[in-house]
């Protein structure tokens, strides 16, 4: 996957307080936003202070989703917004609609040659395509489990379980699933991972399948079952948990020939406290492993080998952390809807496996 440009404007470290004299400003403002029954982007943008997610297609250009959300109840109006930007880091295309909280944030992912609407958890519809200029495209929505493919992407997991097809811009389930899978990976070659949950005392198992085919499987040490999954190059990762917090990691580097346990390796998994629904793991494109916590501390693999980690200073508080090739972009922003900013708040983004932070800043 192309790296995204460097000519996007970022600026280097450089705190700031939440308060800039305006809060009295801002929630007006930020009220008539999810009131206005035809948004404008730029008003959304501004309203929310920092994007809710980032996703970045195969030539380097980024879409930035935003969300502004009804601070006094989970109910009522709110708006949300997404803008493109081309690899130099200037706006393509941008669109913004009035939408209830009730709805929520809409997720992205990137593409080849574009982002994927990642649809709702209760079905498909809703999905489509937004190519790098902005253009809508429609998907095929089909009930008949397809087999996986070589660059097929997995949309939502654990529930429903969907998969979708560049080449023929489908999205359906993936075939071949036993009935028992309780988390799935989808790597870039088409490879299904999933962790089955035992139908009696048995532990739990990893399965991957290629094709609708299984190639092998492996089973979760006792007294271990399992959290998440990540895949990528040949590379799998599955959490270990034990009771209601993460104790591990059971990784393979080589395809699923052979299985590491990683209880240390610099991550002190008795730190991540808030529960494995809020744990981070994914794969960078040279085969790191990242590992975290929404709104936490994060620790990156010091080689392919996943085996020792150290911890990643960050510049703010992160309430997610994505990777997209080796670029890591982290989101600043409030944990619930808010008229005023935080410290420190928007899309911070690292091309040295975090060593050096920028912050972003709109290019025109």
């Known amino acids: 996957m192309a790296a995204a440009s460097a000519a996007l404007a970022l600026t280097a470290c450089n705190p700031s307080g939440s308060d ?100 709702p958890r209760v079905g498909a519809e809703g999905a489509y395509v937004l190519d790098v200029h902005g253009k809508q495209h429609k998907v095929i929505i089909t009930e008949v489990a397809l087999r996986t493919r070589p660059g097929d992407i997995l949309l939502v997991a654990p529930e429903p379980i969907l998969v979708y097809h560049p080449a023929t811009r489908t999205v359906a389930r993936p075939a071949g699933v036993p009935e028992n899978a309780i988390r799935l990976a989808v790597d870039e070659r088409g490879t299904v991972w999933s962790l089955n949950q035992p139908l009696s005392d048995e532990p739990y198992r990893v399965v991957w399948q290629r094709g609708g085919r299984t190639i092998g499987h492996t089973v979760v040490p006792k007294p271990y079952t399992g959290g998440i999954l990540a895949a990528r190059g040949g590379t799998a990762a599955l959490s270990l948990t034990q009771g209601q917090g993460t104790q591990g990691l059971l990784v393979t580097t080589d395809g699923g020939g052979h299985w590491q346990r990683v209880l240390g390796g610099g991550i002190p ?96």
């Open 20 to 119: 800039d004299g305006r809060s009295g400003s801002r929630e007006a403002e930020y009220k008539r936003v999810i009131e206005d029954p035809q948004p404008a982007p730029a008003d959304v943008i501004e309203a929310a202070g920092a994007p809710s997610g980032v996703a970045r297609a195969d030539d380097g250009s980024l879409l930035l989703s935003y969300y502004v959300g009804n601070v006094e109840d989970d109910e009522g109006p709110a708006a949300s917004a997404w803008r493109i930007l081309d690899p130099d880091g200037r706006t393509v295309a941008e669109h913004a609609e009035h939408t209830d909280a009730e709805a929520g944030p809409t997720a992205y992912k990137g593409i080849r040659g574009g982002f994927m609407r990642v649809p």
């Open 269 to 364: 998994f008795s730190a991540l406290k808030r529960g494995p629904q809020s744990l981070v793991m994914e794969l960078l494109a040279d085969g790191r492993l990242l590992v975290g916590e929404e709104g936490g501390r994060y620790w990156l693999a010091g080689d392919h080998t996943n085996g020792l980690f150290h911890e990643l200073k960050t510049p703010a508080k992160f309430t997610s952390l994505t990777v997209y090739g080796t670029t890591l972009y982290g989101i600043a922003d409030s944990a619930t809807a808010t008229y005023d900013l935080v410290k420190d708040e928007g899309l911070w983004i690292s091309r040295d496996g975090g060593r050096e932070w920028r912050r972003y800043q709109q290019r025109r």
